[in-house]
């Protein structure tokens, strides 16, 4: 069979992108107890750009190998594509994972799950305005609707005082620029992806925003004092590899079928990542208002995504 024949079919379409999906889940409980096995501070910025910068470096040369060794394909790309392939790492990995590590140490990582689901919405929004066979309807506003009043509730706490918010910039303010990012990414990854192979651009594109994060991390260098365990070893390998095998499988969903019919699934992120911290993370569980405001963000990415998929529903591919 060929490969554009399984990446087409519906039921390994399906386990493709539920298996990415959960990958991504879980990169919020991984995270959260690296930096308890690390013991990081709140504000020990370098230390985690230099875990993500690892990370993704890790993640790039792993997929270096896949490709030379494993599928014995050319690694190399043309110089034109360099520039392109560079600015996608700026956003995809640099930017994203700037704002998601450092945003993630301020906040739990039930919230952080649940608001990375911002991502989602801004890609809809932003679509209604860069393409014209993408405007906003009421199926999709619905699913905005639904999905911001997710991510509110999930920030409001009651208090003496009433209802008061529960949020601060450098963590869910963070988490919201990460997923701006996300967005510009998402709209460059689907461009690239049609015209180069999806692993290929995912390799470069954790390369160069690899070098950008360890770059980011050099003015503080010398200051990190760092005590690796196993555990910390095991989880930043695991961290590296959910990445490499998570993007590549979006990305070559992304090549072989519309992106509306796949992002119908980033539901199941914040349900995986929120039901995984609360099984793996101490002090954090599923509350009554979590849980709710769970179901509204899954919910409303489903609605958004449903909504598209109808409406294209009679579209061409562009690989077609």
């Not at 911002?118 to 699913?143: E, P, S, T, W």
């Not at 979590?290 to 489903?302: N, P, Q």
């Amino acid at each position: 069979m060929q490969p554009k024949n399984i990446w087409t079919n519906k039921y390994f379409v399906v386990l493709m992108a539920i298996i990415a999906c959960v990958l991504w889940g879980s990169a919020f409980p991984v995270l959260k107890v690296t930096y308890a096995e690390l013991q990081l501070g709140a504000d020990d910025i370098s230390s985690r750009l230099l875990l993500a910068g690892g990370r993704f470096l890790l993640a790039s040369l792993m997929l270096f190998a896949l490709l030379g060794l494993g599928f014995k394909q050319r690694i190399t790309v043309e110089k034109s594509w360099l520039g392109p392939l560079f600015i996608l790492g700026l956003f995809q990995t640099g930017l994203q994972y700037f704002f998601f590590y450092n945003g993630l140490a301020h906040t739990s990582g039930i919230k952080g799950a649940i608001i990375n689901s911002f991502g989602n919405f801004f890609v809809v929004l932003f679509a209604h305005f860069l393409y014209k066979n993408d405007r906003l309807n009421f199926g999709k506003v619905i699913g905005l609707i639904t999905g911001f009043a997710g991510i509110i509730l999930v920030n409001w706490q009651p208090g003496t005082k009433g209802i008061s918010w529960d949020l601060s910039f450098q963590g869910e303010g963070f988490l919201i620029l990460s997923g701006l990012a996300s967005t510009i990414g998402t709209f460059r990854a689907k461009k690239l992806a049609s015209q180069v192979n999806p692993i290929v651009i995912n390799t470069y594109q954790f390369l160069f925003g690899s070098l950008m994060l360890l770059l980011a991390s050099i003015p503080g260098l010398f200051k990190i004092n760092l005590t690796p365990t196993p555990l910390f070893w095991a989880l930043f390998v695991y961290s590296a590899f959910l990445s490499a095998a998570a993007f590549s499988i979006w990305y070559t969903l992304l090549k072989y079928n519309k992106a509306g019919e796949i992002t119908l699934y980033w539901f199941i992120i914040p349900v995986s990542g929120a039901i995984l911290s609360a099984l793996f993370l101490p002090g954090e569980r599923l509350t009554f208002s979590v849980v709710i405001a769970l179901l509204l963000v899954a919910f409303g990415i489903g609605a958004v995504n449903y909504w598209q998929r109808s409406k294209k529903h009679s579209t061409i591919r562009s690989d077609e």
